[in-house]
C-alpha cells in the first residue's frame, strides 16, 4: 500500500503527466509533417564512410571522443519506409560475431558487425501486419522477440542462428521463418526482456490483451512454443521497464523478481516473483513529471535508478524548464520508499528517449543530440549528479546544429552499448543505424 506522502507525489505527478495517447500525437504530427517535407524520401541521405572524430567533427557529425566507424542506411537495408525505430544486439556464442536487429517501421533489418565495425545487411524479417512507427525488439539467448504497435501483431519470435549462414540478403517469411508467433496480445508498446527468467515482458499492450497495458508476461522458457505467465494491471500503462534478479540493499527482496516500471506520471517498483499474484511494492511521483518514460539501474549494486522523462523537456517542465536533457536519480535503497535525489543535465538542448548503462557509463539516446555518454560511476558517492560528466557524444542529426538544439522527436531512437568489440549500434529515425567506436579513457 502506498503511504501517504508517496500517494500524494503521485496524484501530484498524474495532474501533471500527459497520457500516452497524446504523446503519441505529438509524434505522429511531428513525422507526418518531415515526410510532406520529404525527409524520408529515397536518397535523401547519403552513405557515410568510416570517419575519427577529429576537432570535434566526423564529416557532418559533431562529436567529442567518439568515431564514425561505419553506416548503413534504412533504404540500403531493405525498408520501402524508410524509417528507423528501435535497435537491439546479438552475440553468437561460440563464435563472438556480432549482429544487429534493426527496428523499423516496416519491419526489422538484421545486420553483421565485422571485427573492423563494418556493417553487412543480412536481411530483413517484415512486419507480421502493418507498419508502425512503434517497433521493439530485445534478444533472450539465440532468439529475438519482436512486437509493434500494429494491430493483431503479436510477438514474432526469430531464431538468429538463421543468420549464420547467409550470404546473399533474403527477406524471412513471417510464417515459415519465425520460431513461432504468440498471439496472446495483439499490438504492444515496447518489448522488456529479463534474460536470467527466460521471461518477456510486453508493456503497453492494447485493451484486448486484458491488462490494462501493464506488465504482460510471456515465458519464452520454449522459444518455439511461449505461454502466458500472468498479467501485472494494478499501476495501468507501463511505457517501459527493466526486471532484475534482485541482489540490492534492501534484503528483504534479495533473489526476488523485481521490475522497475516506468509508468507515464509514476516510477513503480513490483515485485513479479509470483507471475499470478505480482506486488506493487511503491509508486513514486517526482517534481516535473510530464511522461516518465525508461531508465536503468545506475550501479551495481541496485542502489540507484536512472529515469528518464520524455515530455518534461518540450513542455518545459521542473528541473527541465530550460529544455537542457534533464536525467532523474532515484535512490531505490528501499524498494518500497524511493527517494529522488537529484538531476544531471546535458549541456544539450534535446529530448531524453533511451538510456543503458554499461561499466558505469550511461549511454543516452536523446533525439536530436544523439548518442551522449556520461559517467555515473560517482553516484555511490554523490546522488546529486553533480559530479557526473559527459565523456563523449555522437549527434547524428545535425538539422538543429545551428539553433543549438531543439527539443523535438527527431534524430536518435535508441542505442545498443553491449557488445565486447566496443562497436555501439545507434539507430536513428531519418537516417539509418550507425556502428560507432568510444575512444575516451
Avoid at 486484458?210 to 506488465?215: A, F, N, P, Q, T
Avoid at 536523446?366 to 555522437?394: H, M
Amino acid at each position: 500500500m502506498k503511504t501517504s506522502a508517496t500517494l500524494l507525489m503521485a496524484m501530484s505527478a498524474l495532474v501533471a503527466a500527459e497520457p500516452m495517447s497524446v504523446l503519441r500525437q505529438k509524434k505522429l504530427d511531428l513525422w507526418s509533417a518531415q515526410s510532406e517535407a520529404g525527409v524520408f524520401d529515397i536518397n535523401r541521405y547519403a552513405s557515410q564512410a568510416a570517419t575519427s572524430c577529429v576537432n570535434g567533427k566526423a564529416g557532418e557529425y559533431q562529436c567529442k571522443n567518439v568515431d564514425l566507424v561505419s553506416f548503413l542506411r534504412h533504404q540500403d537495408m531493405g525498408s520501402s519506409t524508410r524509417r528507423g525505430n528501435d535497435v537491439w544486439g546479438w552475440t553468437h556464442a561460440a563464435s563472438g560475431r556480432e549482429f544487429g536487429a534493426v527496428g523499423q517501421t516496416d519491419g526489422t533489418a538484421f545486420v553483421e558487425i565485422k571485427a573492423d565495425g563494418s556493417l553487412v545487411y543480412l536481411g530483413r524479417l517484415p512486419t507480421q501486419t502493418t507498419s508502425s512507427s512503434w517497433r521493439d525488439m530485445k534478444v533472450i539467448g539465440n532468439h529475438v522477440y519482436i512486437g509493434a504497435e500494429s494491430s493483431n501483431h503479436g510477438l514474432q519470435v526469430f531464431d538468429l542462428t538463421k543468420l549464420l549462414t547467409i550470404t546473399t540478403p533474403r527477406t524471412f517469411s513471417i510464417t515459415s521463418d519465425l520460431k513461432a508467433r504468440f498471439t496472446g496480445f495483439g499490438n504492444s508498446h515496447n518489448i522488456v526482456a529479463h534474460e536470467e527468467k527466460n521471461m518477456i515482458y510486453a508493456v503497453g499492450t492494447g485493451t484486448a490483451a486484458g491488462c490494462r497495458g501493464g506488465l504482460f508476461m510471456v515465458n519464452v522458457t520454449n522459444p518455439a512454443a511461449p505461454t502466458s505467465a500472468g498479467c501485472m494491471s494494478a499501476g495501468g500503462y507501463v511505457h517501459d521497464a527493466q526486471c532484475v534478479v534482485y541482489k540490492g540493499p534492501d534484503t528483504r527482496y534479495t533473489n526476488k523478481e523485481i521490475c522497475f516500471n516506468f509508468n507515464e506520471d509514476t516510477l513503480d517498483i513490483v515485485d513479479v516473483t509470483n507471475k499470478r499474484s505480482p506486488v506493487t511494492l511503491s509508486s513514486t511521483g517526482y517534481t516535473g513529471s510530464s511522461y516518465t518514460h525508461q531508465g536503468w539501474l545506475a550501479d551495481a549494486g541496485m542502489r540507484y535508478l536512472l529515469l528518464d522523462d520524455e515530455l518534461d523537456e518540450q513542455n518545459r517542465k521542473g528541473p527541465a524548464a530550460n529544455q537542457k536533457t534533464t536525467t532523474y536519480i532515484v535512490d531505490i535503497s528501499s524498494l518500497t520508499a524511493p527517494k529522488f535525489t537529484g538531476t544531471y543535465q546535458s549541456p544539450a538542448t534535446a529530448i531524453d528517449h533511451n538510456q543503458y548503462v554499461h561499466n558505469g557509463l550511461s549511454y543516452q539516446a536523446n533525439y536530436g543530440s544523439g548518442l551522449r555518454i556520461v559517467d555515473v560511476r560517482s553516484v555511490t558517492t554523490d546522488p546529486t549528479g553533480k559530479s557526473f560528466k559527459e565523456v563523449g557524444f555522437f549527434d547524428c542529426y545535425p538539422e538543429d546544429d545551428s539553433v543549438g538544439g531543439r527539443a523535438e522527436f527527431t534524430g536518435t531512437w535508441s542505442v545498443y552499448p553491449y557488445f565486447k568489440s566496443g562497436h555501439i549500434l545507434l539507430n536513428s529515425i531519418e537516417r539509418g543505424v550507425f556502428v560507432l567506436k568510444y575512444t575516451g579513457a
